[in-house]
């Protein structure tokens, strides 16, 4: 823990919320963000680097910690640590752990666990259905009231049509997000990849566009109903941008991720050998990467985020039809968002950081990320300019289910500094005087 001021000289600050974009000064006291003092105290820590970026903590609306219940795979401990060492100051932890996170006491405990364990703040979305199983609802109020940020049965979709509308009509009530992992399981069926060439090739079951695109269609239909916010999570289709688009239009409250590895990859990079490229939804066509690349850089999808997936390497030993779907995510998310969104000349810097800041803060009904003197000191230090390679070695997830390994990337965090303390330093040849 680090209690002293801090002063970062000498880099640039980008603070999308008030335009501020300028090779400046940002000062560091009590936690805050604050004005540079005319004489600065004797134990003040100064962080001086001309080649790096200032942004706002980054906030990741939608990882998996797997506490409880699958400690192997991954802890609060770790991902919050792995989420540090990305430049994540917030992650949004999902409800599908072991037990479910579907009592107001079960809220509270990973709140606690996460206040006492955690290198950065944890949010957590509640459940909806009991256990997750999609017929009873959970005691939306009562979760509320213990911390619940927003409403999710990530990992599986509320099947029953009156169950999700019910559910969306009391998170209406209580000014929260459904968070909706869009999935017809039915049509699924075994499906293990897109439903394409490349799955017909490998002879691995496919997963059609329809299985996302039925209940997206459906929830928006809800949320019209309900005036319910709904979030669509890991968009992969671009008939589902399509739908998302024209309920923004009509002026619902319809908002959407996509992660890194869907605007990464396509059916086509997949190594069916290889179950680190096994997802959920699945790595769609070369042509729906496109729209969503379009989609995120246009601003219908207001929110980069990782789904950060951690699975033992055993689990994930055991091939494309057996292994668990997922992708560890939270040390990859930013050079690869930056490295295909703006080193490949498709968004500007502002843009990106806001889809990783102003973006989820407003879906999730959070206050603006800002870097203004009043803040709290939520800080990402970035080195935009130098190359790096991934090497899953060096992740301090417990996770290293990556299809990024050895990749070059743009974009990396050097410092992540929450609420005044830097819970993250990989600074490297830059002066600290
Ligand atoms: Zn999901």
């Known amino acids: 823990m680090n209690t002293d001021a801090i002063l970062i000289t000498g880099v640039r600050v980008v603070d999308p919320g008030t335009g501020r974009d300028e090779i400046g000064e940002l000062y560091i006291a009590d936690g805050m963000i604050a004005e540079v003092p005319r004489s600065l105290p004797r134990d003040v820590r100064v962080i001086e680097d001309g080649g790096l970026t200032a942004v706002p903590g980054l906030l990741d609306m939608h990882v998996h910690l797997r506490e409880p219940g699958r400690e192997d795979a991954e802890t609060i401990q770790s991902g919050t640590a792995a989420a540090a060492r990305g430049g994540f100051t917030r992650v949004m932890a999902m409800a599908n752990t072991q037990p479910a996170v579907d009592t107001p006491a079960r809220v509270e405990w990973i709140l606690r666990r996460a206040a006492e364990m955690g290198a950065v703040e944890v949010l957590t979305a509640a459940a909806i259905t009991r256990g997750r199983r999609g017929e009873e609802l959970t005691d939306f109020a009562g979760l509320v009231k213990a911390g619940a940020a927003a409403f999710s049965d990530d990992g599986c979709t509320v099947a029953d049509e009156e169950i999700m509308r019910a559910a969306m009509a009391r998170a209406a009530g209580l000014g929260r997000a459904i968070l909706d992992h869009a999935e017809d399981e039915n049509l699924k069926g075994g499906g293990v990849m897109h439903a394409g060439a490349k799955a017909r090739a490998a002879g ?29 999570q890991h968009v992969s289709c671009g008939a589902s941008i399509a739908m998302i688009s024209a309920a923004q239009q009509e002026g619902l409250a319809v908002s959407a991720e996509v992660t890194p590895h869907h605007l990464a990859l396509c059916d086509e990079d997949v190594d069916p050998q290889d179950a680190s490229y096994k997802v959920n939804p699945p790595l769609r066509s070369a042509e729906d990467r496109a729209t969503l690349r379009e989609a995120v850089a246009g601003g219908v999808v207001a ?42 000349g498709l968004m500007d810097l502002k843009s990106w950081i806001e889809r990783w800041t102003l973006g989820p803060a407003r879906i999730l009904g959070l206050p603006a990320p800002t870097l203004e003197p009043g803040a709290r000191a939520d800080v990402t230090l970035l080195d935009l300019e130098h190359s ?12 290293r289910n990556t299809p990024f390994e050895g990749w070059d990337l743009f974009g990396r965090c050097v410092m992540t500094i929450a609420a005044g303390d830097i819970r993250y330093s990989g600074l490297r040849g830059v002066s600290e005087r």
């Open 388 to 399: 790096w390679r991934v090497d899953s070695a060096e992740f301090v997830s417990r996770g």
């Open 204 to 232: 691995l079951p496919g997963v059609g566009e329809e299985v996302e695109t039925r209940i997206v269609a459906r929830d928006i239909r809800l949320a019209r109903e309900t005036g319910c916010r709904l979030h669509i």
């Open 303 to 344: 929110a980069f985020a990782s789904d950060h997936a951690p699975h033992t390497a055993a689990s994930k030993a055991r091939g494309f039809l057996k292994a668990p779907a997922g992708i560890c995510g939270l040390e990859t998310a930013v050079g690869v968002t930056y490295t295909v969104m703006v080193r490949g």
